[in-house]
């Protein structure tokens, strides 16, 4: 049986539902896309840094550890972009929040294949995760 509980939203959410967060990191009027190393079917698709929230941990809180262990970057949380996009089956959601680099910090593939800063019209030159795409199509007014 599911059950129900409150986030710190106060919003109903079910127990099982796993929360991936991303950060679309913004700079010059460019996002920052990230190509996946691993594992092998999504390698070489381009995602925001990110990854899923622990328990008991802030989704704010978790963006800020995933940038840190990812880019190696320290960076402040924003706003969120894009709408919740439910994945496997609606077993997890995908949650994008604006975000910028913080004390001049410059960010490394430390888990990534490779990096690339994208203006509005370089957004479509990746081939993103599929979840990510009404997210990138939200980005455009941000950038
Ligand atoms: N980080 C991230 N994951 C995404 C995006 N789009 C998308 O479909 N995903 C999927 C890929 C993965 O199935 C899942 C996130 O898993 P992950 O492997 O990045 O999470 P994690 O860092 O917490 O990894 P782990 O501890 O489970 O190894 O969400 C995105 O833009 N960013």
Same mark, same amino acid.
């Given at each position: 049986?599911?059950?129900e /509980?409150a986030n710190?939203?106060?919003?109903?959410?079910?127990?099982?539902?796993k929360?991936?967060?991303?950060a679309?990191?913004?700079?010059?009027?460019?996002?920052l &896309?990230?190509?996946?190393?691993?594992?092998?079917?999504?390698?070489?698709?381009?995602?925001f *840094? $990110?990854?899923?929230?622990?328990? $008991?941990?802030t989704?704010t809180a978790a963006?800020v550890?995933?940038?840190?262990? =990812?880019?190696?970057v320290?960076?402040?949380?924003?706003?969120?972009v894009?709408?919740?996009?439910?994945? &496997?089956h $609606?077993?997890s959601?995908?949650?994008?929040? &604006?975000? /910028?680099?913080?004390?001049?910090?410059?960010?490394?593939?430390? =888990?990534?294949?490779?990096?690339?800063? %994208?203006?509005a019209?370089?957004?479509?030159?990746?081939p993103?995760l *599929?979840?990510?795409?009404?997210?990138v &199509?939200?980005l455009?007014?941000? %950038?």
């Amino acid at each position: 049986m599911q059950t129900e /509980r409150a986030n710190s939203g106060g919003q109903a959410a079910r127990r099982d539902l796993k929360v991936v967060v991303g950060a679309a990191i913004i700079e010059d009027g460019r996002v920052l &896309a990230c190509a996946r190393s691993a594992p092998p079917e999504v390698a070489g698709r381009w995602e925001f *840094p $990110g990854g899923k929230v622990e328990p $008991g941990e802030t989704e704010t809180a978790a963006l800020v550890r995933e940038c840190a262990e =990812e880019l190696g970057v320290r960076v402040e949380i924003g706003e969120r972009v894009g709408r919740d996009v439910r994945m &496997a089956h $609606g077993r997890s959601v995908l949650k994008v929040y &604006a975000a /910028r680099l913080l004390h001049g910090d410059r960010p490394q593939p430390l =888990e990534h294949s490779e990096l690339r800063w %994208l203006s509005a019209t370089e957004l479509d030159t990746v081939p993103w995760l *599929p979840a990510d795409t009404p997210i990138v &199509a939200a980005l455009h007014p941000l %950038l």
